[in-house]
């Protein structure tokens, strides 16, 4: 990217040119810090000159900060440089079905404090963005002392987001529908605020710091009243053509099978989801469902033990037809199943053994998240360091 600025194959305006440099500079300290002046010129093919202006600059804007004196090569010893991450703070929010989850994080992604909130009338769309800024300006007076303060906030939505309005289409657990936030939290808290799919923002969440750190293509499973999917290509989030790639609970599991609240019939979450094993069960889908049946379970409740390993099965079919179709270094199952790991882990991988015998060959690896209910929150904040570094 940046030689090819060098050899004048890109046209454009200056000051484009000038934040590409300085985005890619930025995205090398981030990932090789410490690193020197000299190494950075080198990695870039850019002139030592023009590399340190830049960094001056990256410098002054509290991106990065000269932390030591590295070793010598034969010449000067050289100064490093790496993240100036506590020079300002993210907030993510998981507005979840029955509260809200806050993360105040610094720009390293180090959480710095959590909070739950309930919601005062969650159907109630316009009391419910009323609430969220006041609470967002509350954190945002609580946070500790920076250069730059609140930067930015990233806020996941169990629902349809159209990309990249980011105007919330639908939300089936609280029925809102076609809501424009963004514009009112912007004016409200004069800051950039990002809002996206719970299950792209996990992705996020999980490939910066969870159980993906190592992909660059990986899919992210949400599995829990239905089953939703973040697709990670090449590092950045695949979207579709308006934001709604990843609706795989959608996926036909059986031609004529159960009806779905979508219209469909014989969707895959019917089959594979927490609200399925709670069909099964023959009770009642509620927001402690999960306490609930993590108790059976650790007891040893053959029922419920059946049930999850049947659910287990069915998403090791999807999972296989995931595979086959995107081929993926690794997926993650994340969301309430993956708090199952231990009672559905062997069931998917049978599932994968009998169908697709030769699927070993795909060299994709199923695991579960690292990140639990933290995974969306940390993933909006992932969103607002990744919208923040691009400097344009």
Request: net charge neutral; proline share 3%.
């Amino acid at each position: 990217m940046v030689d090819t600025v060098k050899r004048g194959t890109m046209s454009g305006d200056s000051s484009l040119l000038k934040s590409i440099n300085k985005s890619t500079l930025l995205g090398l300290v981030k990932l090789h810090a410490p690193i020197s002046r000299a190494e950075l010129a080198k990695r870039t093919k850019l002139t030592r000159a023009t590399v340190s202006a830049l960094v001056e600059e990256l410098i002054a804007e509290h991106w990065i900060m000269e932390t030591g004196i590295g070793a010598s090569s034969g010449g000067r010893k050289p100064m490093m440089l790496e993240m100036n991450h506590e020079a300002g703070h993210i907030i993510g929010v998981d507005l979840r079905s029955t509260n809200m989850l806050f993360i105040v994080t610094d720009r390293g992604g180090r959480i710095v404090r959590k909070a739950l909130y309930p919601y005062e009338q969650a159907a109630d769309a316009e009391r419910v963005l009323l609430q969220l800024i006041r609470l967002l300006k509350r954190e945002r007076q609580a946070l500790p002392a920076s250069p730059l303060g609140l930067v930015g906030v990233g806020i996941g939505i169990h629902g349809f987001v159209e990309y990249p309005s980011s105007r919330i289409l639908f939300v089936p657990q609280t029925g809102w529908k076609k809501l424009d936030w963004k514009e009112a939290l912007e004016g409200e808290l004069g800051l950039p605020v990002i809002i996206d799919n719970e299950a792209n923002l996990a992705a996020l969440g999980e490939l910066e710091y969870g159980a993906a750190a190592d992909c660059s293509d990986m899919l992210y499973l949400s599995v829990g009243a239905g089953i939703g999917a973040g697709l990670v290509l090449h590092g950045e989030l695949f979207r579709g053509y308006n934001g709604y790639a990843g609706e795989v609970g959608h996926t036909t599991m059986e031609l004529n099978g159960r009806p779905c609240s979508c219209g469909n019939l014989g969707c895959w979450e019917m089959y594979a989801s927490e609200k399925a094993i709670a069909g099964a069960l023959g009770l009642e889908y509620t927001p402690d469902f999960t306490a609930v049946l993590l108790k059976l379970l650790q007891a040893g409740e053959a029922e419920a033990t059946a049930a999850v390993g049947k659910a287990g099965l069915r998403l090791g079919v999807g999972i296989g037809n995931m595979m086959h179709t995107l081929n993926p270094q690794m997926i993650v199952i994340g969301n309430a199943m993956g708090q199952y790991a231990p009672w559905i882990n062997e069931s998917i991988h049978e599932s994968l053994a009998s169908r697709f015998s030769y699927i070993s060959s795909f060299n994709v690896q199923v695991t579960y998240s690292r990140l639990g209910e933290d995974c969306c929150a940390l993933g909006a904040v992932s969103a607002v360091i990744r919208d923040k570094m691009r400097l344009q």
